[in-house]
């Protein structure tokens, strides 16, 4: 660790995973050019990173080579990790930056990794009170769990998100596809269970049956270990005897273009979000907004868009009905949702980053927090069982625990 006198300190960045074209990457990569714009040495360790940004990352472990008390950490914390525990044995001062948690719950017989994690990871959130000078929510929603969680000073990082991604061209096969005099219902994010894919299904049966039946619903996102929870889909899709639910899992920015740019209307039932971009990438093409009113929903509405507060499959059709057959309502959601969306763009993102990071600096230290007297001896061990397991998987299995249950690999 770096012990040298640091005039102006490095602001670094940690988290667990950078991902690409995803909310708390895109955050990541806004926060390390403001920085760089206002002259600070800035750099991000991770534990992974997608492909395409590994340029731009480091191995969290080289974190701990130019560690220095006078430096900064902003730590994003959405889950718990071996990152997240090195970052907290550290000297530097820290800023959390917290993405929330989804609870366990939604997880439970359908990804016990998951469970695991997230109960984990809320259970790790509990050491930080002490460990951090100042902890940001992304939302008011986040920052009203850290006063929960018991951090002392909290605030709002707002979310501003950057619609680079959605100036493509829109892919034309999907176009060609899609593009047509029917009515498209659009969902946009992870096929997770706190989303309620099933409940969007539902309600768009009721709409179908009750009064649309040329409508299409289109369901756009990742469904990468939940492969059984999109069974499960499948099969209530198939029970209910809905037609023209379409799956389109992943898709590339061109064709998350063309996916906005034909859609009548965007529908959300998830119960859990910690902000939830898809709505407001649906206020940018102006696509009126329907979504449930849970968890960050409300606030990252602001006003615009419709919500509704009870899951009746008849109410909300009757919702998605009045929206779709009324030409000046639809203007004038889509007029509230520009406001909302022209509020949160004015919001000053980079300042009010640039002016915390100069208040940490001169705030009074925090009592050093108690790491394990073994921590680091600990880390090593681990470090040398990582290397067996990329490098010598036939001597790691023939350790006396099994690989991915409780042992010496998984205590840090």
Not at 61 to 70: C, E, V
Not at 320 to 345: G, N, Y
Request: with cysteine.
């Amino acid at each position: 660790m770096s012990t040298q006198s640091n005039p102006r300190p490095a602001v670094h960045q940690v988290l667990a995973t950078l991902g690409y074209g995803d909310a708390i990457g895109n955050e990541v990569l806004g926060i390390r050019e403001v920085l760089h714009a206002a002259g600070y040495a800035s750099e991000i360790f991770v534990e992974t990173a997608d492909l395409r940004l590994a340029p731009l990352c480091q191995d969290y472990r080289d974190l701990i080579d130019i560690s220095h008390p006078d430096n900064i950490l902003i730590h994003h914390f959405s889950i718990g990790s071996r990152a997240s525990r090195v970052a907290y044995a550290l000297p530097d001062r820290m800023v959390l930056v917290y993405h929330n948690i989804t609870p366990p719950e939604y997880f439970v017989g359908i990804h016990d990794d998951l469970v695991r994690l997230c109960y984990s990871g809320r259970r790790e959130l509990l050491a930080y009170p002490a460990r951090c000078d100042l902890a940001f929510g992304d939302s008011e929603f986040n920052r009203r769990e850290l006063d929960e969680f018991g951090f002392a000073r909290t605030g709002v990082l707002p979310v501003v998100p950057n619609f680079v991604h959605l100036a493509d061209q829109p892919d034309r096969t999907l176009l060609s596809e899609f593009e047509d005099e029917r009515l498209n219902i659009l969902f946009v994010g992870r096929i997770t269970p706190n989303k309620k894919i099933e409940d969007v299904i539902r309600f768009f049966h009721a709409y179908r049956v009750k009064h649309q039946l040329n409508a299409r619903l289109l369901l756009v996102g990742a469904y990468g270990g939940f492969e059984s929870y999109l069974a499960s889909l499948h099969h209530f899709i198939a029970t209910l005897g809905v037609a023209d639910v379409h799956f389109l899992g992943h898709v590339s920015n061109a064709e998350l273009t063309a996916c906005y740019d034909i859609a009548d209307l965007f529908l959300s039932a998830s119960e859990h979000e910690g902000f939830c971009v898809p709505l407001v990438e649906a206020f940018y093409k102006r696509v009126p907004v329907i979504a449930y009113a849970a968890a960050a929903v409300p606030a990252t509405m602001d006003g615009a868009g419709v919500l509704y507060d009870t899951k009746d499959p008849r109410h909300v059709a009757a919702v998605m009905h009045t929206v779709l057959s009324e030409p000046r309502l639809q203007e004038e959601i889509v007029r509230s949702q520009d406001a909302a969306l022209d509020r949160l763009m004015a919001q000053d993102f980079a300042g009010l980053l640039t002016s915390t990071i100069e208040q940490v600096q001169q705030w009074e230290r925090l009592p050093t927090v108690n790491v394990r007297w073994d921590f680091w001896s600990r880390f090593d061990e681990w470090e040398h069982l990582e290397e067996l397991r990329l490098y010598r998987p036939s001597a790691y299995k023939a350790l006396p625990f099994a690989p991915g249950e409780r042992g010496e690999n998984s205590d840090l």
